[in-house]
């Protein structure tokens, strides 16, 4: 990166990739070798992004999705009542017979996303892949959608924030919540939880496309039994969840 | 306007004009200074949090918005149904919803994230969100009731106060329809999710509307030193009556249905009888100081005869009404959601647990800010308007 | 009498309100001097300078809608990129001294801009270490999962 660095060559492919080497991003090297869609693509409607969450492969205590949200998206991981959490290590034991399960809850990604609807200023949107973000440009930090969310998935900026992560930017006064690490799916990667998980040897999160009935993920929703978090309220979650 | 109008320069009152205006300005004063320390720190310096993200200024926010909805209901029923004693009460009915809406909207204003996007907030409208829809309510009810007050106060626009003032009640009425619906359309929480919100809303807004009425009325008539007319004050009062006895009903008919599904149970024990403060502030804030408490005192014997016991029976119902607030906006968020109803949750974002809430001196201050808001436009308005001729007015018209 | 008074202290208190209004432009005109644009890397940027100057507002916003609305991740009117290319030298940033690339300008045009809130005013930092953590993912031949599916 300290080589002259000319503005107009901000194409990467013609900059010297090479010699750039190790020190230059990986996710902008991935331009060049990724098989996905092009950066002047779009996000598409043909594909929706969706998680398996196997609850018998969560680990009781391990907090690795959590920690490497946290450092992927530059969250403090304080756990105060003012502090951001994107994803959480939620434990549940059914009030009659006592079983217990352990799970990461995150932003389930709805189709119908209740956030979206009482968004007054349309900040809170869902792309064409299904992702569900906060547009902090026009966000007023009215905290309606958190009203709205029936996961508590979403947290509220209550203090000025330094030295951000320059792919996730955040600040106070707006309502965030996790973004399946769009900057990472964007560029063809899993979301950071998930890779935490995996690397940790839990497998316990599927991140994939579930319109791809050759994916990973769309084969597993057809083997297993899986559940979405309140499907009562018909909101036709991005996430879903086998075990319970 | 002019049998309430008197406190001004012919009164000889200019010193009471200017100290009340002093009064409003410091609480005024403190609102904004409070206002530009939470823009400057973030919402850390208040009490509100990730579990409570809408605390007191709020529950004083809504509360005056829907008490500008009802206030006007007095001059409705001078204009839509043509009763006189409220014809001439009009003008300070209309003067008062706007002013009123001024105030609940100023402290939501100044309570959001960032405040200094207002000019995104009116520019960018998702018409799905009841939020949206609510900012077209509130424009649009400044404009029509701006409307109105001059079709009362302009002898060649006189014919029009009668249309005019229909459509600003069909308008109030769709106005709080919305306000309740924002808590309705919550299909998360337990304590919202409730068609009956809209209707409850309305009958809260006739009552507190009233109220607040009733309190500013005797004021001026105080300033002004002018006796109120024992027959009007008698019908008046019967009226905040109603109001007050059909809140109570509304009321019972939430918590009744509630208490049916097996599934709200938990929530409505938490509600009324075990949740933290929140069953004392539903039982005597809103139950029995804004419901029981003025029924009696509007019901005792030679109740027409003391304006004093219907000031104080109205700002009781206005106490209750911000206990009822309290409760419909703080005590619902308090109660655990149920992510997964039937099992018990725990995590490191306070899952399962119920979440306490201590407002900061910096959120009353907000709050309060609402009312003072409301006082000062409503003191210069008054003053102001006296000062008009009417020949000035048919000159522009 | 009590009317003229009336006036007058409105239009006292609308005086102090004006005066206060105009300190922060008083302030950002004072101590201006014309923008500099030594922050930078290379000699050229992605339009002309004229354009830039005139169209940039338009084309980050045009390009911030583009990329988190739609998804699309070209690089060209990044705000990312202004920041890589005009961090300043001194501070590593682009708006965090007065003589920073944005700082210079915008005081100079007493325009105010809360970019600087929610992004990054400096490249990514520590790059050999983000590489560390970073080059693990991707090369990693065990992962599997349905993104490149």
């Known amino acids: 990166m300290t080589t002259s660095h000319k503005p107009d060559r901000r194409d990467f492919l013609k900059t010297g990739a090479v010699v750039a080497g190790a020190a230059i991003a990986p996710g902008i090297l991935f331009y060049g070798i990724a098989q996905g869609r092009a950066p002047e693509e779009g996000a598409s409607s043909l594909v929706r992004w969706g998680m398996l969450i196997d609850t018998s492969k969560c680990a009781n205590g391990c907090s690795a999705c959590v920690n490497a949200c946290n450092h992927e998206n530059g969250l403090s991981g304080k756990t105060g009542p003012q502090d951001s959490q994107w994803i959480r290590k939620l434990n549940i034991k059914h009030l009659q017979t006592g079983i217990e399960h352990n799970l990461p809850m995150l932003c389930q990604h709805c189709a119908n996303p209740p956030c979206v609807d009482v968004c007054p200023t349309g900040a809170s949107m869902k792309r064409a892949d299904g992702i569900v973000l906060v547009d902090r440009h026009i966000c007023i930090g009215c905290r309606y959608c958190m009203m709205a969310c029936p996961y508590k998935a979403r947290s509220f900026v209550h203090e000025p924030l330094s030295d951000q992560n320059p792919d996730v930017p955040r600040g106070k006064g707006c309502v965030e919540a996790c973004t399946f690490c769009v900057q990472r799916v964007d560029r063809d990667e899993q979301p950071a939880c998930v890779e935490a998980c995996n690397a940790d040897g839990h497998q316990a999160m599927l991140f994939g496309d579930l319109r791809n009935p050759e994916s990973a993920i769309a084969k597993a929703m057809k083997a297993y039994a899986s559940v979405e978090v309140r499907g009562d309220l018909g909101l036709n979650t991005g996430v879903r969840y086998q075990g319970i | 306007m002019t049998d309430v109008t008197c406190f001004t320069a012919d009164c000889k009152k200019s010193k009471l004009f200017w100290g009340l205006l002093a009064l409003g300005g410091l609480v005024m004063l403190s609102t904004l200074s409070a206002y530009f320390y939470i823009e400057h720190h973030g919402h850390i310096v208040t009490g509100m949090n990730n579990q409570i993200v809408w605390g007191l200024p709020h529950v004083f926010a809504v509360f005056l918005i829907v008490a500008a909805s009802g206030v006007l209901n007095v001059a409705s029923i001078g204009s839509v149904f043509g009763k006189k004693i409220y014809k001439t009460r009009s003008p300070l009915s209309g003067l008062l919803a706007l002013t009123i809406l001024a105030g609940g909207l100023a402290v939501l204003v100044l309570d959001l994230g960032r405040s200094d996007r207002i000019i995104v907030a009116m520019t960018h409208y998702n018409f799905k969100s009841i939020f949206a829809l609510n900012m077209i309510f509130y424009i649009g009810f400044f404009a029509i009731v701006g409307v109105y007050l001059l079709t009362l106060m302009d002898r060649k626009l006189k014919p029009w106060s009668h249309p005019v003032g229909f459509l600003a009640f069909l308008w109030r009425l769709a106005l709080t329809t919305a306000t309740g619906s924002v808590f309705g359309f919550l299909v998360a929480r337990a304590g919202y999710n409730s068609a009956l919100y809209a209707p409850m809303f309305i009958i809260y807004s006739f009552a507190y509307g009233l109220a607040c009425f009733l309190v500013v009325q005797t004021a001026m008539y105080k300033w002004s030193n002018i006796q109120i007319d024992e027959n009007i004050l008698g019908r008046i009062k019967n009226l905040l009556a109603v109001f007050v006895a059909a809140s109570l009903y509304f009321t019972a008919v939430l918590h009744l249905t509630n208490m049916y599904f097996a599934k709200q149970w938990d929530f409505e024990r938490f509600i009324l009888v075990e949740g933290d403060t929140y069953p004392m502030i539903f039982w005597l804030g809103q139950v029995i100081i804004g419901g029981i408490v003025p029924l009696l005192m509007i019901f005792s014997p030679g109740a027409a005869k003391s304006p004093a016991r219907i000031l104080l029976a109205s700002l009781l119902v206005i106490v209750g009404g911000h206990a009822q607030m309290y409760v419909t906006i703080v005590g619902v968020q308090a109660f655990p959601l149920a992510i997964f109803p039937g099992y018990a949750e725990t995590s490191s974002f306070f899952d399962g647990v119920v979440h306490p809430y201590s407002p900061s001196t910096l959120e009353v201050m907000l709050a309060l800010g609402g009312m003072a808001t409301t006082f000062l436009l409503t003191t210069v308005a008054v003053r102001i308007l006296k000062f008009l001729p009417i020949d000035r007015l048919d000159q522009k018209h | ?149």
């Open chain 3, 1 to 149: 009498m009590a009317r003229f008074a009336y006036w007058l202290k409105l239009a006292a208190l609308l005086g102090v309100a004006v005066t206060f209004a105009a300190i922060p432009l008083r302030q950002a005109t004072a101590d201006a001097k014309l923008p500099g644009l030594e922050n930078r890397k290379g000699d050229k940027c992605v339009e002309d300078v004229d354009i830039i100057r005139r169209n940039h507002p338009d084309l980050l916003k045009h390009h911030r809608i583009e990329t988190l609305r739609h998804g699309i991740r070209t690089t060209k009117y990044s705000l990312k990129g202004c920041v890589e290319c005009h961090a300043s030298a001194k501070t590593g940033s682009v708006a965090s001294a007065k003589d920073d690339f944005c700082v210079t300008c915008h005081a100079y045009a007493g325009v105010q801009l809360d970019c600087w809130d929610c992004h990054a005013s400096k490249p990514k930092t520590k790059p050999v270490q983000a590489t560390e953590q970073q080059a693990s993912p991707t090369m990693n031949p065990v992962q599997t999962g349905g993104a490149n599916q």
